[in-house]
Structures are given as C-alpha cells and as structure tokens.
C-alpha cells in the first residue's frame, strides 16, 4: 500500500467496567442478597487482580530494566557491523566481512552496517539509522553517559559516519548501496563467508538521488552536533560532507530507487525525496544557524509538503512527522517569532501526528491502530519500526512541552508532557514484555524472548568457533530450516513484533515478525535512556491488556 494513504484504522479498546458495577451503589431497593452477591463478586475479581499482579510483578520488574535495555540496544550496532572489526569488538561471535567492498568499482567502500538480517549494505535506512542515532544521544546525552554508555553510543555512530565519509567519494557522487538483494537472499550465509556479488551502486549527476543524499546529510549533520567537543575536526568533516550533500540532492532532483533499480525491491522511496530535503535542511540549521538552511525549510514548507501531509508514521522512508517535531519546537526561541505563521502549521501537522498515535483525532480514521494489548499497529511488516519512531517523537516532544509549560492539543482533549511520556511509556513496557504473550521483543532481554531471529550470522554457528567455509545452500540446508534455537544471541535487536491481535510465532522463517533492522533499535535507545533518567518515577497510567491512554 503507498504510504501516503490514509489506512484503515482500528477504533481504541477503551475499558469497559464489569456488568456488576451496572446498578448504582446508592440504590435504596437493593435486597441484603443482591448487595452480599455484589461484594464478593468484587472481592473475588480484586484478589484475582491481586494474584496477576503478584505472579507478573517480578517478571514487569526485570523486564523494565531500561538502563539494561540502553546497553543491550547499543550493543545490538556491533552485531550489524561490515568491514574490519576493532580490537575492542564485544560481540565475539561476528568476525571480519566485507573486506573487499568497493574493489571492483575501485572505491573504498570496507565498513558500515548490515540493515537486517541479510549481508546487504542498504545507504538510506543506514543513514536513518545514524539520524536516530544521534538524535537520541543529542537530546538524552546525560542520561546516556549515566548509565555508563556514552563512549559505546559514539562508537556505534561514527562506525556510520566514517563508512558514509568514504562513500561520498566527489561532492556530486554518493556509493549508496552495496550488494544485491536478489542474489543475496538466494543464499543463507554468515557475513564472513560471503559468496553473493558484493557490486556496488551510486548516484551522481547523471542519476541522482536527493532522498538518500538528503538522509545521509541530515544524518551526517546531526552526528557532527554531537562530535562539536569531543572531536571538532571530526565535527567540521562531517558537516563539510553535510552541506556537500545536501547541495548535492537539491541541484540534483530524483528519486535514488530510480537511479538504483536493485533499491526498489527493498527500500523503495516510497515517500519520494521532498521529506528528505527538509529533514536535511532543518538538520543542517540545527548544526550550523545558518539562515540559508532555516529559509530552505520554511519557504518550501507548502510545496515540499511539511505542512500540508498530516501524517500517521515516521519511519526510515517518511519523515514529514520528525521535520514537523523539530520544526515545532523551534517556537520556543524569540528569534523565530517573525516565523510564527509557517512554524505554527508545521505544529498544528506535528500535533496531528501525535495525537494520531493517541486515538485523540476526531475522526478515527486518522488515528492509529492498536492492538488488543495496546499496541500502535500501522502494518504488519516490520511494525516495530512504527512503535520505537512514534514512542521516541512523544518522549522529545514530551520534554518540549514541559520546558515550554505547554499541553499537546488534540481534538479530544488536552494531553499533558507527563501523560504524553507515559504513553510513549506503555509503548516500550509492551516492547520489553508487558504484552498479552508475556514476550519481550527486545532480543537478549527479560526472561522470554525470539530464540529463533531471522538474521544469517546468529542462525549459524559462530565463526569464531567454525572457520570451516559454509556455502551458499549450505546454510539453508544446516541451519536455516533447523527447529532449534539460534547459536548466537542477537543481543539488544528489536524484531517485526507480532501481528494485530498481539500474536507473534517465534519461527525464523517467520520473517514479517522475526527479522530485525537496525532503524527499529536506533529509534529506542533515546527512549531507553529518558526512562533510564527518570528513574522509574514515570506514571505508567495504562492498564495492562487494554488502551486507555490519558
């Protein structure tokens, strides 16, 4: 289904009192019997209550560990990573890989990441992936560097920088994918022993493609915020590379799954390259106050669609509802009052997406889907992505709100920044596995969770302990169709999650549920450390198994 269609949207299982609370409590003609019948119908469904609460409690209380799931979530990059791994390599069960990737094109292009659980290095979701990336560690730095993580955060995101560094080889020329998707899903192979065609693709002048060009700039200008102390001349290459970038896919207008045909199959840009010029543009504002990028955003508002598409996902091809966000909070600063009229449209599309997710727009079907459980379901493939964006946009602008005195205003009442946190809560609760499977979809976390992820290099037994070759088939014929769980724990990966009704088959072949991507964890660990911070001081004002939200 085109992403911009509006979709069928499921009306919110609100929670509905018992039939013996039906008569009024105050009413005189009640018989002695029917009030006793009452009573121990109540204390019988309250000692009930008090028995799941008393059973789940121990379970709620290791699976909401959110400094735990922080670090699981950072740890997940290594696992994902391309190239010549580092002395400092703390998942021992990957290896070296892709050591020649760019050779036949004569470019190096050794490094980066793998999106999923296939060996193809796909530039658009990786570079949305170092976006998030930095955007949590941007606003959530303190907290992340309290629970001991800071230096692994930079180390996941400059193991993107330096890779997009490389392959932004001229200022018109961008290497954007290498491999073959086709090719390489013929083949269930460990990265290390990879025999599918490593080709590689790019877009130039004659062939562009500003989505991936304006993705890669904005990702490279948010990570160059956070390198500004640490590494300043690291900081300024990025963001030289930024600019180059995003004059590159401005000058340049099209579609990169146009340029790259092998693209479409897999991350075709469905959304087109307007939401990736302003993503890029309010990014490289946000690094640089330069007015130049700042008028970019609001002059093509209209026409590029940042205040006309009210929007119901953010995700690695959409980003009309993360411009909107950042866009909205730039009211808060006097400087931009001359631009309240076009910054407040971005607000009134930034509102409608969050009260989307809330079940707070008038007409339902503009809001978002949930399940049963409680859970935001925009699709059914790989529906986590949808949760980790929309949970990490309502925490940010949830700490907007709270700065500025503020309340988000949907057209079903008022939500206060606590209310908004505590849905963006009850969102990562249910991913650590307060859900109706009592399954924790965040890899390696809690108790229960997948044993059996859709992804090459954890279903086969590790290289450190077989360097003997595994071929093409071979995979398939060993591992792939195997019963058993995976060898090797894909520590801190966000799989698809489970379908509509909250049901979720642990099964590699399954990989609609089972598949991870590297967009899905980068979009929590922002959350994580926010609710890490807090200290579990947040009002979790959602009851278990239903979709109340205040």
Not at 179 to 197: A, K, N, V
Not at 285 to 292: C, F, I, L, S
Not at 421 to 442: E, R, T
Request: aromatic fraction near 12%.
């Amino acid at each position: 289904m085109p992403r911009f269609q509006p979709h069928h949207i499921l009306k919110r299982n609100t929670r509905r009192d018992s039939d013996h609370n039906s008569q009024p409590a105050g009413d005189m003609n009640m018989n002695k019997g029917k009030v006793q019948n009452n009573i121990r119908s109540f204390l019988t469904q309250c000692l009930a209550l008090l028995s799941l609460i008393t059973i789940s409690l121990p379970f709620f209380c290791e699976s909401n560990n959110y400094s735990q799931a922080l670090s699981k979530s950072l740890l997940y990059f290594e696992s994902q990573r391309s190239g010549r791994l580092p002395y400092n390599q703390r998942v021992t069960w990957r290896h070296h890989s892709g050591l020649t990737d760019g050779l036949e094109q004569g470019v190096d292009l050794v490094g980066g990441y793998y999106d999923a659980g296939d060996n193809v290095k796909f530039g658009l979701p990786m570079a949305f992936t170092i976006t998030m990336l930095s955007w949590g560690a941007i606003e959530y730095g303190k907290q992340i560097t309290s629970a001991g993580e800071y230096a692994h955060a930079l180390e996941a995101i400059k193991w993107g920088t330096d890779y997009f560094i490389k392959a932004h080889t001229h200022p018109n020329v961008l290497w954007v994918q290498v491999g073959d998707g086709d090719t390489d899903h013929y083949c269930w192979q460990r990265p290390e022993d990879m025999t599918t065609s490593r080709r590689a693709y790019k877009v130039d002048a004659n062939n562009p493609g500003s989505d991936v060009a304006g993705e890669t700039s904005a990702a490279l200008a948010a990570a160059s915020i956070l390198f500004r102390r640490t590494n300043p001349h690291y900081s300024q290459l990025l963001l030289l590379h930024a600019q180059q970038l995003f004059e590159f896919g401005d000058k340049y207008k099209g579609k990169y799954d146009e340029s790259v045909g092998v693209a479409k199959g897999y991350y075709a840009s469905v959304s087109g390259y307007m939401d990736e010029l302003l993503w890029a543009a309010i990014w490289l504002y946000r690094a640089t106050k330069k007015e130049e990028y700042l008028s970019y955003f609001l002059d093509k508002a209209y026409d590029f669609g940042g205040t006309t598409w009210a929007m119901t996902e953010f995700s690695w091809d959409v980003k009309y509802a993360g411009v909107q966000v950042i866009a909205s909070m730039l009211l808060k600063e006097e400087k931009h009052e001359k631009h309240e009229v076009i910054l407040k449209q971005y607000r009134s599309k930034a509102e409608h997406y969050l009260c989307a997710c809330l079940n707070l727009n008038q007409d339902n079907s503009t809001n978002v889907h949930r399940t049963p459980g409680g859970l935001l379901y925009v699709r059914q493939w790989n529906n986590m992505q949808y949760v980790a964006t929309a949970s990490f946009l309502a925490t940010v602008y949830s700490d907007h709100l709270l700065a500025t005195h503020q309340s988000l205003h949907c057209q079903m009442g008022e939500v206060g920044p606590s209310d908004l946190l505590a849905f963006a809560k009850s969102q990562v609760d249910y991913v650590l596995g307060s859900n109706p499977m009592g399954m924790s979809y965040l890899v390696g976390h809690g108790p229960n969770f997948p044993m059996r992820v859709h992804h090459r290099g954890a279903s086969i037994e590790s290289y450190r302990g077989n360097e003997g070759f595994i071929g093409c088939t071979q995979g398939y014929d060993n591992w792939y169709g195997l019963h058993d769980p995976n060898p090797n724990i894909l520590v801190g990966a966000l799989v698809g999650g489970p379908d509509s009704m909250d049901r979720f088959k642990d099964e590699r072949r399954n990989y609609i549920q089972t598949e991870a991507c590297t967009y899905n964890t980068a979009a929590l660990v922002g959350v994580f450390a926010k609710l890490h911070g807090s200290h579990g001081d947040v009002f979790d004002n959602v009851i278990i198994g239903k979709n109340n939200v205040s």
